[in-house]
């Protein structure tokens, strides 16, 4: 087995041990152990190379690291050469309305400097991502949301440098295993934690608002193999009511949309979702290893991916190959894993959903809801549950939670509805939940704007008000509402102007024609004066003195 260091081949090493296991979608990776005696032990470190026989008889590489000495040996973990994709990252990347065929290329060379690896993928399903600051691997085949797998599907085939997502590995080549044949051990497990027998499901109204179907949620046949039922939220973006595509309305009606979201829900349930994961760790042995069955060498070959059939005792496990441990050395299995490859709901839907978190500017309502927001809520909730408020948290399919505090029992009943969207903003309204997409009326921002859809105040002091129309007999200025007010001035100027009458600026004092006592008033001084006076300025210059000014006489 070969080993290289910085890009040279050292030569051939001799392990006591070399076992490879891998993972559908999962992990890729070798362990090894030499002895120190070994003339090339001095080159199992970090960063070096070793190069070894799969089990579909490739040479694959693995990169080393976590080396470990013991008196007589070495030992060190290894990566898959793939590996190195995960030292590398995507800064800022989109991919819009793109099949996965055309995206799995460009993804694989969209990182900062890695051009080695290059691949294909079958996967012809449109969808859209951006990838900001993740790994290339983690873009690949990462948990979140936003990764390859998880928009398009896919299962990662691995060869090298060599790096292609195709719909599926493996296939149904007839295999059996059987106990007193080939099969020497198997342990089967059942693991509950992946059931999901309560669908919440939403989709779009002609608003682009999310929409909950009447019943809210649709149950699985299974709902009652849980203590309690297993609750997961899908958000169906593509299904839009009135949305228009490719000349054809396809969900022209509330009625046609919670047809087609029953259908989906219903699906997921067909595919198996409310069943539990089963897995079989099976410890067997090859035919094609012992010499009685040599000559059947060809007919006898699991790779990753496959379907096989195992017979042990009372149980009968029909399932795909999902992992395996491999002895480099022997050429043989040391144990594969039967299970069913359980991708997120995410995946499962990922050819007829689309993603609601890149449209996240038009559809207010699909929005993570950071920490901040959910203390926010939480001290919302103590407040509002004080003063007799009740309280519902909603989540979405994207993993966005929303809390709405209200005046009734059920959020579906109440009038007064109160949502935090985002820190320091707030919203209301007095109409209701309105199916699930209430018209919030009153509120502010977070920088201090408010919004109302109707304003009623005694007194407004304000820069600048941004609004489409004020009513103004709802704003009062003093006894008189604003429309009185100026159709009393309105009345005042047309008087002026005909010439009828004139008016002083504090109407106590009279008319120029006959002003009243307080004008010439004992005590008038020159700030009295000033703050009578329209110009001060210009009468302060016409006047030389005060004298004559206060007879009269100027």
């Given amino acids: 087995m070969l080993i290289s260091t910085g890009g040279t081949i050292r030569g051939n090493i001799e392990p006591i041990s070399a076992v490879i296991r891998q993972e559908i979608n999962g992990e890729y990776s070798c362990n090894i152990e030499i002895a120190l005696s070994d003339p090339l032990a001095e080159y199992l470190d970090i960063d070096a190379i070793v190069y070894l026989t799969d089990a579909n008889g490739t040479v694959q590489q693995f990169r080393l690291e976590r080396p470990e000495r013991t008196l007589e040996t070495l030992t060190a973990f290894g990566w898959h050469i793939t590996q190195d994709l995960a030292h590398d990252v995507i800064i800022n990347r989109a991919w819009i309305d793109r099949p996965g065929s055309a995206v799995l290329p460009e993804m694989l060379q969209a990182g900062i400097s890695e051009r080695r690896f290059t691949g294909m993928s079958d996967i012809e399903t449109i969808n859209s991502l951006r990838i900001v600051r993740l790994s290339v691997l983690k873009a690949l085949i990462g948990d979140q949301d936003n990764s390859f797998i998880?928009?398009?599907?896919?299962?990662?085939?691995?060869?090298?440098?060599?790096?292609?997502?195709?719909?599926?590995?493996?296939?149904?080549?007839?295999?059996?295993?059987?106990?007193?044949?080939?099969?020497?051990?198997?342990?089967?497990?059942?693991?509950?934690?992946?059931?999901?027998?309560?669908?919440?499901?939403?989709?779009?109204?002609?608003?682009?608002?999310?929409?909950?179907?009447?019943?809210?949620?649709?149950?699985?046949?299974?709902?009652?193999?849980?203590?309690?039922?297993?609750?997961?939220?899908?958000?169906?973006?593509?299904?839009?009511?009135?949305?228009?595509?490719?000349?054809?309305?396809?969900?022209?009606?509330?009625?046609?949309?919670?047809?087609?979201?029953?259908?989906?829900?219903?699906?997921?349930?067909?595919?198996?979702?409310?069943?539990p994961a089963i897995t079989a760790n099976i410890k067997f042995v090859q035919l094609r290893n012992t010499l009685e069955y040599a000559d059947y060498e060809a007919l006898e070959t699991v790779l990753l991916g496959d379907t096989i059939r195992a017979d042990y005792e009372d149980y009968t496990?029909?399932?795909?190959?999902?992992?395996?441990?491999?002895?480099?050395?022997?050429?043989?299995?040391?144990?594969?894993?039967?299970?069913?490859?359980?991708?997120?709901?995410?995946?499962?839907?990922?050819?007829?959903?689309?993603?609601?978190?890149?449209?996240?500017?038009?559809?207010?309502?699909?929005?993570?809801v950071s920490s901040i927001i959910s203390e926010m809520v939480k001290l919302n909730e103590h407040i509002n549950g004080s003063m007799g408020y009740y309280s519902t948290t909603i989540t979405y399919a994207d993993g966005s939670r929303y809390t709405y505090l209200h005046d009734e029992e059920n959020l579906e009943d109440s009038l007064y509805i109160s949502y935090v969207p985002e820190p320091g903003s707030y919203v209301w309204t007095n109409t209701g939940w309105n199916d699930g997409v209430p018209a919030w009326h009153y509120g502010y921002t977070q920088d201090g704007n408010a919004v109302f859809r109707l304003l009623s105040t005694v007194g407004i002091n304000a820069d600048w008000i941004v609004s489409g129309s004020i009513d103004t007999d709802v704003i009062y200025v003093g006894s008189q509402t604003l429309t009185e007010a100026l159709a009393y001035m309105q009345s005042q100027i047309s008087t002026l102007e005909s010439g009828t009458s004139n008016l002083l600026m504090n109407s106590n004092f009279g008319t120029y024609e006959n002003p009243s006592d307080e004008w010439w008033a004992d005590g008038l001084t020159w700030q009295m004066l000033e703050a009578r006076s329209v110009n001060w300025y210009t009468l302060e210059a016409s006047i030389t003195d005060w004298d004559n000014f206060e007879s009269g006489d100027w």
Wanted: glycine share 6%.
């Fill in 317 to 368: 496990v029909i399932n795909r190959v999902v992992a395996y441990e491999w002895d480099a050395i022997l050429k043989r299995y040391e144990r594969i894993t039967l299970g069913t490859v359980r991708p997120s709901v995410d995946a499962i839907t990922a050819a007829i959903s689309t993603q609601v978190l890149d449209a996240v500017d038009t559809v207010v309502r699909e929005r993570l």
């Fill in 150 to 275: 998880n928009r398009f599907g896919g299962e990662i085939e691995r060869d090298n440098f060599t790096v292609n997502m195709k719909s599926r590995l493996g296939a149904d080549r007839g295999y059996r295993i059987a106990y007193k044949k080939n099969l020497t051990g198997i342990e089967i497990t059942e693991d509950a934690s992946t059931i999901i027998n309560r669908i919440v499901p939403t989709f779009l109204n002609a608003s682009d608002a999310a929409v909950l179907l009447p019943e809210g949620y649709i149950d699985s046949v299974r709902i009652g193999d849980t203590a309690v039922p297993h609750v997961q939220t899908i958000h169906y973006g593509d299904i839009k009511v009135g949305e228009e595509v490719d000349g054809v309305v396809l969900y022209p009606t509330l009625a046609s949309a919670y047809e087609e979201i029953r259908s989906r829900v219903i699906s997921l349930y067909d595919a198996g979702i409310d069943r």
